[in-house]
């Protein structure tokens, strides 16, 4: 079994860079709360791949480029 | 989240907070007219018995009103419920089995206590063990939403 991993995600850093967008904003975006997108940016809450997918979409990039194992 | 803000509470933890608030109340209601008229008042006064199972299923229509509510909201298109809400709802009934057990350990021993001597426990007891446990898995289901949103 592979060891847990941890994930880190950029979404705080890319809401900045994407016209200093609000955490209110890219939840109506990815179809989510607001307080998941404060967890997320905390990283204590890992989102569906769906959810994944949608952030990446929002900020017009790869998942890859928004969430990275902790290891890697 | 600026520094100081306050964590913004969904419409799944705000829903459940007021509804466990009002089957609180009403559980709670139900449960001083039993202490005050006595459990023996559930057979021999059809008036307290009436009015009890009354205040409980007003309590279970408010618990059927709030998974109604959470449905709705979860097909709204503005995402007022979404997945992680839910991975908290399937969490909130975790406790729920101990919180029954705990109760039934307290009805049991006190049962058992009370009616030692005589070996007969009157029947009424039954409806009351019967209520107290339905109730204890409205009150914990709900009770662990809220909790789980503060582990999540």
């Known amino acids: 079994m592979p060891p847990k991993a941890d994930i880190r995600n950029e979404v705080r850093r890319l809401r900045f860079e994407h016209g200093q967008m609000t955490q209110q904003q890219l939840a109506e975006r990815i179809g989510c709360t607001r307080q998941t997108v404060i967890m997320l940016e905390q990283?204590?809450?890992v989102p569906s791949l769906a959810l994944a997918l949608r952030i990446a979409h929002a900020f017009g990039t790869t998942v890859e480029a928004v969430f990275t194992l902790e290891a890697d | 989240?600026?520094?100081?803000?306050?964590?913004?509470?969904?419409?799944?933890?705000?829903?459940?907070?007021?509804?466990?608030?009002?089957?609180?109340?009403?559980?709670?209601?139900a449960a001083a007219i039993i202490v005050f008229f006595g459990p023996e008042a559930w057979w021999s006064q059809d008036g307290v018995r009436i009015t009890v199972t009354l205040i409980l299923l007003v309590a279970l229509a408010s618990y059927l009103v709030f998974y109604m509510a959470i449905r709705k909201l979860r097909d709204h298109d503005d995402a007022l419920v979404d997945e992680r809400?839910?991975?908290?709802?399937?969490?909130?009934?975790?406790?729920?089995?101990g919180a029954m057990m705990v109760v039934m350990a307290v009805w049991m021993i006190a049962l058992v206590e009370a009616y030692n001597d005589t070996g007969m426990v009157p029947s009424y007891y039954l409806y009351l063990v019967f209520w107290s446990l339905v109730m204890t898995n409205v009150i914990a289901s709900l009770a662990g939403i809220l909790m789980a949103y503060r582990r999540a």
């Open chain 1, 43 to 45: 990283g204590r809450y």
């Open chain 2, 1 to 29: 989240m600026p520094p100081g803000e306050e964590l913004p509470a969904t419409h799944l933890q705000r829903y459940a907070g007021w509804t466990l608030l009002e089957i609180g109340f009403l559980t709670a209601l």
């Open chain 2, 85 to 97: 809400d839910l991975v908290i709802l399937n969490r909130s009934g975790v406790g729920v089995g």
